[in-house]
């Protein structure tokens, strides 16, 4: 064996003890981090007091609030001739607190008319934009609670905006 083989074979045993460490420090960063994400989401870090007080003295944490869906006749609505699509086709439903519900229904008429006049007062470019679903949602909200007066509706429940 001469000097240029035995280099060779130090160098490789060197590399190979090299990596053990990085491998089973890669795999101990990964067990933590994965052992964190239960801890928090399964409420035993960062949870607050009171509410895990109150699920515990309830024992009730399964029940739903008594919620009505009143649902939305659909709208069509033309959409600027300088966008991709014709028509915007939306309909939702407001989810209401239950002894809300029949009033709520009764405002109906005044809530897709405000829809109606949001809706065709964007530009295409709002619309045919899929993150702006988002931002487009919170503000029907908004004007459907400024209708509706506070506490009425709860949440715009979109079950179809389809562009065609």
Do not use: C
């Not at 029949?102 to 530009?123: H, K, Q, T, W």
């Not at 487009?136 to 007066?149: K, N, P």
């Not at 715009?156 to 905006?161: A, P, T, Y």
């Amino acid at each position: 064996m001469n000097m240029t083989d035995a280099a060779a074979a130090e160098s490789d045993s060197s590399e190979k003890a090299s990596k053990k460490p990085i491998i089973i420090g890669l795999l101990a960063a990964i067990l933590a981090g994965g052992g964190s994400f239960y801890a928090t989401f399964a409420g035993l870090v960062l949870a607050p007091d009171s509410a895990v007080e109150a699920t515990a003295s309830s024992g009730e944490g399964d029940a739903l609030p008594k919620v009505a869906y009143v649902e939305m006749d659909p709208l069509v609505i033309s959409l600027d001739p300088t966008s991709h699509s014709r028509h915007l086709r939306f309909r939702a439903q407001l989810e209401t607190p239950y002894q809300y519900a029949d009033e709520v229904r009764s405002a109906l008429p005044r809530v897709i008319d405000i829809l109606n006049g949001y809706l065709r007062a964007l530009e295409a470019r709002d619309i045919e934009d899929s993150a702006s679903l988002f931002r487009i949602r919170a503000q029907m909200l908004r004007r459907i609670q400024a209708v509706t007066g506070p506490g009425r509706v709860n949440d715009l429940l979109i079950m179809e905006f389809v562009l065609h």
